[in-house]
Nanobody
Framework: QVQLVESGGGLVQAGGSLRLSCAAS????????MGWFRQAPGKEREFVAG????????RYADSVKGRFTISRDNAKNTVYLQMNRLKPEDTAVYYC???????????????????WGQGTQVTVSS
């Protein structure tokens, strides 16, 4: 069982920055692919960014490319999402997810992620 705990959300003005953290339990964090997702009111949860086990590969949604950066520190069992130049449309609950089943592919669809955090609210005011 893997527990994920997000932190770092809050209220920020448009153009500002926030850094989200997701702390994971488990001794094999370095074998998990990790991802950040978000869900705005009235919308489905969507992919934001993903990172491979080692951190050498990343992937971003088009809407956040160039503004958000995902990273991980396997020594601390933590994945981060640095969010810069925030926009009101970035307002959502942000979730981190873990894909622990391994295999040859690290970038998998949202439904393949098998552990989720409780989410942290990010609100961007205009």
């Amino acid at each position: 069982q893997v527990q994920l705990v997000e932190s770092g959300g809050g209220l920020v003005q448009a153009g500002g920055s926030l850094r989200l953290s997701c702390a994971a339990s488990g001794r094999t964090f370095s074998t998990y692919a990790m991802g950040w997702f978000r869900q705005a009111p009235g919308k489905e949860r969507e992919f934001v960014a993903g990172i491979s086990w080692s951190g050498s590969s990343t992937r971003y949604a088009d809407s956040v490319k160039g503004r958000f950066t995902i990273s991980r520190d396997n020594a601390k069992n933590t994945v981060y999402l640095q969010m810069n130049r925030l926009k009101p449309e970035d307002t959502a609950v942000y979730y981190c997810g873990a894909y622990t089943l391994g295999g040859s592919a690290w970038y998998v669809p949202q439904y393949e992620y098998n552990f989720w955090g409780q989410g942290t609210q990010v609100t961007v005011s205009s």
